[in-house]
């Protein structure tokens, strides 16, 4: 490994980008319930659910590595 190379490239950081921009969607989402304290679907279900799926997100933009071709 060089020395100079950072350990994410354009593409984990785009990916990474985009799995914040999920969670925020998230917790916009559960923030959108008209229930008393968000205990309709959007806060107790739909919410939740983009938000876990965002933090998958980010996990596979983690660990994301281009294929090298030799």
Do not use: C, W
């Amino acid at each position: 490994m060089d020395k100079n190379q950072f350990p994410f490239n354009r593409k984990n950081y785009t990916l990474m980008l985009i799995g914040i921009g999920i969670i925020v969607l998230g917790f916009i989402i559960m923030g959108l319930d008209n229930e008393p304290h968000g205990f309709g679907f959007l806060g107790l279900t739909l919410g939740p659910l983009i938000t876990l799926f965002g933090f998958i997100f980010e996990f596979y933009a983690i660990f994301y590595s281009p294929k090298k071709v030799n």
